[in-house]
């Protein structure tokens, strides 16, 4: 027990975290102090195969930057659990709830070990208050997001039409 | 209640006052022996009047007197002593008759203090007494710190008067009148002098009095509303601190203490004033003594021996004088006090005493209906809240009352909760009027809940349970001392007119919760507070607190050897890594380093804190561990993080929170600290520097804040240094630390540290939640479960239970209505704090617990959810007022059904 764990601790330090987040474009432009602020006001989690990060239609209360392992995105549809889409490393998850005040827009289940940082609503808010550059990144994301959404429905409703003709 | 404090008074002490009378008048005769004596005594044996040769005798004690008509009696000649045994006995008279007056003291003081006290304590009891019969209305005019402010302080004086209410005027009246009678002896006209001053003081005292009355009643009531303001600024203060309003607030209480300054100062000069003019007249006398009586001796018209006798015996008429008026002034004084404190308890209608007579047998249930005949409701302000409504319930019916909170509904449901009255029409239990029947038939088999709540202060057991203590329904038998303490409280009780009801006693009706006694009760409890989803909130309550493993020492073994059964139940759950367990041989990684080191939590942080700094132990075991230098880089290698981390926040930064080693306030000092250290060895660092920086090592946990700063070789260190820290804690620290102790109950940690012992692991979110659900879950199996929660019901709730949310307090109020067996259950929207979802789930529940055994008592609910109205037989919908459809709900359904089938 004690050895896995200074076996981990060996790569899980707050100057790694540092460097992964530097990594992820979200937190590339902010001076390296307040990466290590953020990493230090964080909780490092960590989840087996299978566990979930969070559910659809909880109250959303926190960001995951993941530092290691996979992670699918699912919505609950009529026929069951619809994948959407796969997280990996250096990506950020739950924003939008904690952005908006909406419950959790999709549920994020783990397909590896997975590693991540666990950023709660106020730090996260308080860190786009301080720092305007990271709100722009955060708007450029979303915005990114949102003109991907838009071309899968024109493409999904296009297919539709297809198919009712 | 009388409003003449000397009739009530004469009403309840009449035989008292008389005995203490005679005491007084008997009294007399040591005191007047005593005034006599040491004239004897200087006279006699020192001066030697009647020793006048060497050997002469005198007679001790002679006992004989005067019979008119017959000449002397002589019935003891008394014994022959000479000068030296006179002065002895007659010395020893004084000293006896000194003991006696002192004892008569004595007895007279004890007796009229206890009178008093007896007394306040009837009124005090009277007052109480007719609180709890006021009407419903009343309460929404006073203040509850006005009302104790009464009872407790204004009625405190009478107790202090009582005993000399009558004893005194008759002592004085009567010193003061043979005063006179004797002045007038010696001469008419002086006499008449006298008793014509006397008589303007009698007339004019009084009448300047009675300005000190009208002040005296200012002043009791400008400070009774200042101690009801007061607690209004103690309950309002949220309101207060939030609208900026204390300089309001200040102001206010400026003006009234100004104002109650001015009454009190009036006060003041009115009576020096009247003491002045008093004091004038009483020497007025001796003036026109001496002026009238000397022109007459002058003249020769008087005795010169006839104005000094007169002279001399006007000394004695001013003192009594004196202290009568004086007597006058507190009979007045308290005589306004309690007029003001009946006025204000005499309110009608009081409800009959008889309504709440006590009633220990159980009561038959209600058979009839209960019933809103034509009823109106009306608020303080005269508008109708409920018009000429009648509505009724009959036993085993569920009626769901909506309209929301303009309807009506409400209303209706505090008139039958008996919380408002009826302005017109009726509630009626069969053919009985709701209010004409006795508390012990409509308080039992009538329960109300609504959403507001009050709690007493006390065990949550004892507010779930407060609404089954009717009456003491066991006789305690009481043994020794116990027995003659329970004889004297009787007496006392009954000598006061205070009833003789015990608290010893058990006052819960377990009948009435439908359990046997105390053992079958607590399946009851628990399926109530299960009914109202309590239980949950109970058992966190109680796995976090902390009991005392003596007195609960089968549970604290029972939870030590939970350790092992929540072990092997991670173990099969594979959750072993959720938390880390304390073992003796190795370090644990999810605690502070401080924990390592001692093996064990501080009890007592400021004994600690001080110890740190100045006690050469730690020191010397960190050397010897080799330790010393280590932390001391180590405490750098924090401090120096720190600094980076959160020198540019301002110190209200949210961030802070998660910083632990320091408090914001001391980066600037840690800063220059750092600025001073750099670059030198330990050895060059001053001891309170050194100490400063080490002790930051004490809360660093690595998985938590990810520094790096601990080695594989370090942590062997640290867990080797731990039995030198335990081992040889000198005596004077002995107390401050509790080691953990994997075969011990912590007595300083909570419950659930107990079960743990270990840390959860930081890494998991849900670590913790998941934890408790095992834990929860293995109370169940190895049956703790029920001593678990009871250690919930213990939790003191606090003032007006404000260490519960409003959420719990509303359940706790909804289970103390569900855990009485009655036949009418009145819910007046008890739920409002909860969210929707809850407010469904508890109302289902509380459907199935009281539709559960055959049981079908009537069910009236407040619903702000007009949806869950299917639960119900019939749905009354109010608007305005008015009951405007009452219709049955099933009825409605089957009918569809039955359309449905027929097409």
């Known amino acids: ?165 | 209640m009388e409003t003449r404090l000397s009739r009530y008074i004469w009403t309840h002490t009449r035989k008292q006052q008389l005995w203490i009378l005679l005491v007084v008048a008997l009294s007399m005769i040591p005191y007047f022996l005593s005034f006599d004596l040491p004239k004897q005594i200087v006279n006699g044996p020192i001066q030697g009047e009647g020793f006048e040769g060497p050997e002469a005798t005198q007679a001790f004690l002679p006992v004989s007197f005067n019979l008119p008509g017959f000449g002397e009696v002589n019935l003891f000649s008394g014994f022959q002593l000479e000068r030296e045994g006179m002065l002895l006995a007659l010395s020893l008279v004084f000293l006896l008759l000194v003991i006696v007056n002192g004892l008569f003291k004595f007895y007279i003081n004890t007796y009229k203090g206890r009178l008093g006290e007896r007394l306040l304590r009837r009124i005090r009891f009277e007052l109480v007494d007719r609180v709890l019969r006021f009407p419903p209305s009343h309460f929404k005019r006073v203040k509850p710190a006005e009302i104790s402010t009464m009872i407790k302080d204004e009625v405190e004086p009478l107790g202090g008067f009582t005993g000399d209410a009558f004893v005194q005027p008759a002592l004085l009246g009567g010193q003061a009148l043979t005063a006179l009678i004797f002045i007038l002896l010696q001469s008419l006209w002086l006499g008449l002098i006298a008793a014509f001053i006397v008589a303007i003081q009698a007339v004019i005292i009084p009448r300047m009095r009675r300005r000190l009355i009208v002040l005296g009643r200012e002043r009791q009531l400008t400070a009774r509303e200042l101690s009801g303001r007061v607690s209004e600024i103690v309950d309002g203060i949220g309101t207060i601190r939030g609208h900026d309003t204390s300089n309001y607030e200040r102001a206010d209480i400026a003006a009234r203490l100004g104002r109650i300054f001015k009454i009190r100062y009036d006060l003041y000069q009115w009576k020096f004033l009247v003491k002045f003019l008093n004091n004038f007249l009483a020497q007025v006398t001796p003036f026109l003594f001496y002026s009238i009586g000397g022109y007459f001796a002058l003249q020769g018209r008087l005795d010169i021996g006839q104005l000094v006798a007169v002279i001399g015996a006007y000394k004695d008429l001013p003192g009594p004088l004196k202290e009568l008026i004086d007597w006058d002034q507190a009979r007045q004084d308290v005589q306004v006090k309690y007029a003001q404190v009946v006025e204000q308890f005499s309110v009608e209608p009081l409800i009959d005493p008889g309504v709440q007579a006590i009633s220990v047998t159980s009561v038959a249930p209600i058979t009839g209906a209960l019933a809103a005949v034509n009823l109106s409701v009306a608020d303080d302000g005269g508008s109708r809240l409920v018009e000429h409504v009648s509505l009724q319930v009959r036993p085993g019916e569920a009626i769901a009352i909506t309209g929301g909170s303009t309807g009506g509904g409400e209303a209706l449901a505090e008139a039958f909760g008996r919380l408002t009255w009826p302005e017109s029409g009726r509630i009626v239990v069969g053919d009985d009027d709701i209010h004409d029947l006795p508390e012990s038939i409509v308080g039992r088999r009538i329960s109300y809940a609504s959403s507001e709540v009050y709690t007493f202060q006390g065990s949550l057991g004892d507010n779930l349970l407060y609404g089954l203590k009717h009456a003491p329904l066991t006789e305690v038998v009481y043994e020794g001392d116990k027995a003659a303490h329970r004889r004297w409280e009787l007496l006392e009780a009954k000598l006061a007119g205070n009833p003789s009801l015990d608290l010893n006693s058990d006052w819960i009706d377990y009948g009435a919760a439908a359990a046997t006694g105390p053992d079958d009760l607590f399946a009851k409890v628990r399926e109530v507070l299960d009914t109202v989803l309590l239980t949950n909130d109970i058992m966190a309550l109680a796995v976090r607190s902390t009991i005392n493993p003596a007195q609960h020492e089968a549970f604290a073994g029972e939870i030590v050897a939970m350790r092992g059964a929540l072990r092997r139940r991670l173990e099969a759950e594979k959750l072993s890594d959720l938390v880390v367990f304390f073992e003796p041989g190795s370090y644990n990684v999810e605690a502070t380093i401080g924990e390592n080191l001692l093996f064990g939590t501080v009890t007592d942080q400021a004994r600690w804190e001080k110890a740190l700094e100045d006690h050469p132990f730690f020191k010397t075991v960190l050397k010897r561990a080799g330790l010393h230098e280590a932390f001391y880089e180590m405490g750098l290698e924090i401090a120096g993080n720190v600094v980076e981390l959160f020198r540019d926040l301002p110190p209200d930064h949210p961030f802070f929170q998660q910083l632990t080693f320091m408090a914001a306030e001391e980066i600037p000092a840690y800063e220059a600290l750092l600025q001073k250290l750099r670059g030198r060895a330990i050895d060059e660092v001053s001891e309170d520097d050194a100490i400063k920086i080490i002790r930051l090592c004490f809360g660093y946990i690595e998985p938590r804040h990810r520094f790096g700063l601990l080695s594989e070789e370090l942590m062997s260190q640290i867990v080797k240094a731990r039995r030198e820290f335990s081992e040889g804690l000198p005596e004077d620290l002995i107390g401050i630390i509790e080691h953990y102790q994997p075969n011990h109950y912590m007595a300083s940690a909570s419950i659930i540290d107990n079960v743990l012992f270990g840390r959860i692991g930081h890494r998991h979110t849900d670590g913790s939640e998941r934890i408790r659900a095992i834990v929860r879950d293995l109370f169940e199996t190895l049956g703790l479960y029920n001593n678990v929660l009871a250690f919930g019901l213990d939790f003191d709730v606090g003032a007006g239970g404000k260490r519960l949310t409003a959420g719990q307090r509303q359940k706790l109020n909804l289970a103390r209505a569900l855990i009485r067996m009655s036949d009418f259950y009145i819910f007046n929207q008890p739920l409002l704090a909860l969210d929707q979802r809850a407010q469904e789930q508890i109302t289902r529940n509380v459907f199935a617990f009281l539709r559960q055994d055959d049981r079908k008592p009537a069910i009236v609910w407040v619903l702000a959810n007009p949806a869950l109205s299917e639960l119900f037989d019939r749905q009354a919908h109010f608007e305005n007022g008015h009951l405007v459809r009452d219709e049955a709900v099933e009825t409605a359904a089957k009918d569809s059904d039955y359309k449905e089938l027929a097409s």
Not at chain 1, 88 to 98: D, K, P, R
Not at chain 1, 141 to 151: E, F, G, I
């Open chain 1, 1 to 165: 027990m004690l050895a896995t764990h200074s076996e981990k601790r060996t790569v899980m330090l707050l100057k790694d975290e540092v460097e992964m987040l530097r990594r992820i474009t979200l937190f590339s432009g902010l001076p390296p102090a307040k990466l290590k602020l953020l990493a230090f006001t964080s909780d490092r989690v960590i989840y087996g195969a299978g566990e979930s990060l969070f559910h659809q239609g909880d109250i959303g209360d926190a960001a995951y930057v993941i530092l290691s392992g996979r992670a699918d995105v699912l919505v609950a549809t009529q026929t069951g659990q619809l994948k959407v889409a796969e997280v990996e490393q250096n990506s950020i998850v739950g924003e939008i709830a904690i952005l908006c005040n909406t419950p959790r827009t999709a549920t994020v289940k783990t397909t590896t070990a997975l590693e991540a940082l666990r950023i709660r609503k106020d730090d996260f808010l308080k860190l786009l208050a301080d720092f305007p550059e990271m709100a722009v990144e955060i708007m450029r994301v979303l915005a990114d997001r949102l003109s991907q959404t838009t071309s899968e429905l024109t493409e999904a409703r296009s297919r539709a039409q297809r198919a009712e003709a």
